[in-house]
């Protein structure tokens, strides 16, 4: 998903009506030379003229211009964006002038001589024009795709402090930390060595999910080991309701995802579905060969449907969305639900 700025914008529009009056005034210029300013007949005549053939000429340099655009949008490639854009533009205008100049010749237009040598002026003018027209063209265009860039980051920053803080309140809730220190106080009862490795664990999630605020991305590894400490929190208080199988290529472990990311899904699997001994979950987190995670869960859902409002899937493809990383592919059926989303290499 990368950003929108690649298509002929108002902005566009607007320069271009700002600077043909000019490029017309001077066009016919050197078309007519004095006589274009001292024949009344010659100045409304060719002007119209001019008008109706280079206006839509004009604005038919736009359609290579938004190719460029969009097979090289990003900034950095400014260069290759413009220069390909000139030699476009530069020959499309000389087709142009050179028609205009011969067009007048051919109709007998009044108080009209062809003179090469102004036609050789004009296409310099032509050349010239090109130059300060794609100038100031890629430089709005730049400067309004860096200011989407910003407002786009800025928005990415607001999405990530959200979704920490919605998935630090799901596990300081009263029922979360009810649960934990149920669990916690059984423990010190029946093994003060088990209780002692869960209060370790539960700071590891705590510590973790107070520190996720200090980037976009995170290595697939960091959140893996997360997760640990996140499942063993689970595994104690549901024992063998629920299971987690992790089988990532070594050569994943580097990629990135946002946070929190593997914690919200299993976390999802876990408020919908019935955790039992004889019913158990089982959540497989997994890599493909396409270098995609994929995070799949059996389908065992409450009778009493839980209310959920989506954020923390909605939150997540939002963030993708704006990284411009492709979308999740979400596959629910009756026996098992699965997400599949990319992973960031350094490369990529």
Do not use: C
């Given at each position: ?231 063993h929190l689970l595994k104690t208080r549901y024992g063998d309701g629920i299971f987690l199988e992790v ?65 923390g899937l909605s939150n997540i493809a939002t963030k993708y969305r704006l990284l411009g990383r492709g ?22």
């Amino acid at each position: 998903m990368g950003l929108t700025l690649n298509r002929f914008t108002q902005k566009d529009t607007l320069i271009a009506l700002i600077i043909l009056p000019f490029y017309y005034f001077l066009l016919n210029y050197m078309l007519f030379g004095n006589t274009y300013l001292q024949q009344r007949h010659v100045f409304l005549g060719a002007s119209v003229v001019t008008a109706v053939i280079w206006t839509p000429a004009y604005f038919l340099h736009a359609v290579p211009a938004v190719f460029l655009r969009k097979q090289f949008p990003h900034v950095r490639q400014i260069w290759m964006r413009m220069s390909m854009a000139l030699v476009i533009h530069i020959f499309m205008s000389a087709l142009t002038i050179t028609f205009l100049f011969y067009f007048y010749h051919w109709i007998r237009f009044p108080d009209y001589a062809f003179d090469p040598d102004r036609l050789r002026l004009a296409l310099t003018l032509g050349v010239v024009g090109n130059i300060t027209a794609n100038i100031i063209h890629e430089g709005v265009y730049t400067f309004e795709k860096w200011s989407q860039t910003i407002r786009e980051t800025e928005r990415l920053k607001k999405i990530n402090l959200q979704s920490q803080l919605d998935g630090l309140k799901q596990q300081v809730n009263p029922h979360f930390l009810f649960n934990s220190l149920n669990t916690l106080s059984s423990l010190i009862d029946e093994d003060t060595e088990k209780a002692g490795l869960f209060i370790e664990e539960l700071s590891s999630v705590y510590r973790y999910l107070l520190q996720t605020n200090e980037g976009e991305l995170t290595s697939l590894q960091t959140e893996l080991a997360f997760i640990e400490s996140y499942f063993h929190l689970l595994k104690t208080r549901y024992g063998d309701g629920i299971f987690l199988e992790v089988a990532v290529a070594d050569q994943y472990r580097d990629a990135r995802i946002p946070p929190l990311t593997l914690q919200m899904l299993v976390e999802n699997a876990v408020k919908h579905n019935v955790i039992l001994p004889e019913q158990p979950l089982h959540i497989r987190i997994e890599t493909t060969r396409q270098g995609r995670l994929k995070v799949t869960n059996n389908v065992q859902r409450k009778n009493a449907r839980v209310l959920s409002n989506g954020v923390g899937l909605s939150n997540i493809a939002t963030k993708y969305r704006l990284l411009g990383r492709g979308e999740l592919e979400v596959k629910d059926s009756e026996q098992q639900f699965t997400i599949t989303l990319p992973l960031m290499t350094h490369a990529g």
